[in-house]
């Protein structure tokens, strides 16, 4: 299975600032990463898929970038709405498998 | 619009069954794939298993031997059982909506505790 590690796992920032998390590959998962965001209450939200493409109705101050093994997701001018844990899962083979995750908080 | 829901029991003693129920609106059973992936406490998402849209099963590896995935299109439910459960099996069980291995849509999750 590909093993998928997140950094840092933990984030501390502060409103409007950018913050970025970055996910690495055990190996080559050509351009086939997704980033979710995970809040208490809520269903887990998809915001990219294929390491860049937004999800509908996602805004764009998410971004994703990367290919082969490591990959980063940035968000820019932080809303209060975005603090919460962040996950990566590759879906270039199976089984699917995602890193353990980076808590955004409020600094 | 999309939606899944979890359902099941919230305890289940040790070396019982979990029998998790996903009840989904928005789409077709027949159309889409759904997953099962469960979080223990504090810690990463791990896949567990799926109901492909044609009716075909596939499960995690490490899981294989305890657990079965099935469905009923007419109610629109794909149900999870994990026999065997331990301590370890405690966590909270997502059921989920993919496209290719993408997972588009989830639910709430529903916290399962494996206790006595």
């Known amino acids: 299975d590909v093993q998928m590690t997140q950094s840092p796992y933990n984030l501390a920032a502060s409103p409007g600032e950018s913050v970025s998390i970055n996910c690495k590959a055990s190996?080559?998962?050509?351009?086939?990463l997704a980033w979710y965001q995970q809040k208490p209450g809520k269903a887990n939200k998809l915001l990219i898929y294929d390491g860049s493409t937004l999800q509908s109705g996602i805004p764009s101050r998410f971004s994703g970038s990367g290919s082969g093994t490591d990959f980063t997701l940035t968000i820019r001018s932080l809303e209060p709405e975005d603090f919460g844990l962040y996950y990566c899962q590759q879906h270039n083979e199976y089984p699917p498998t995602f890193g353990g995750g980076t808590k955004l908080e409020l600094k | 619009q999309v939606q899944l829901k979890e359902s099941g029991p919230g305890l289940v003693q040790p070396s019982q069954t979990l029998s998790l129920t996903c009840t989904v609106s928005g789409f077709s059973l027949t159309s889409y794939n759904v997953h099962w992936v469960r979080q223990p406490p504090g810690k990463g998402l791990e896949w567990m298993g799926r109901m492909r849209y044609n009716g075909d099963t596939s499960y995690n590896s490490a899981l294989k031997s305890r657990l079965s995935i099935s469905r009923d299109t007419s109610k629109n439910q794909v149900f999870l059982k994990m026999n065997s459960l331990q301590t370890d099996d405690t966590g909270t069980y997502y059921c989920?909506?993919?496209?290719?291995?993408?997972?588009?849509?989830w639910g709430q999750g529903v916290m399962v505790t494996v206790s006595s």
């Open positions: 190996k080559s998962i050509s351009k086939y």
């Open positions: 989920t909506r993919s496209i290719l291995w993408v997972f588009d849509y």
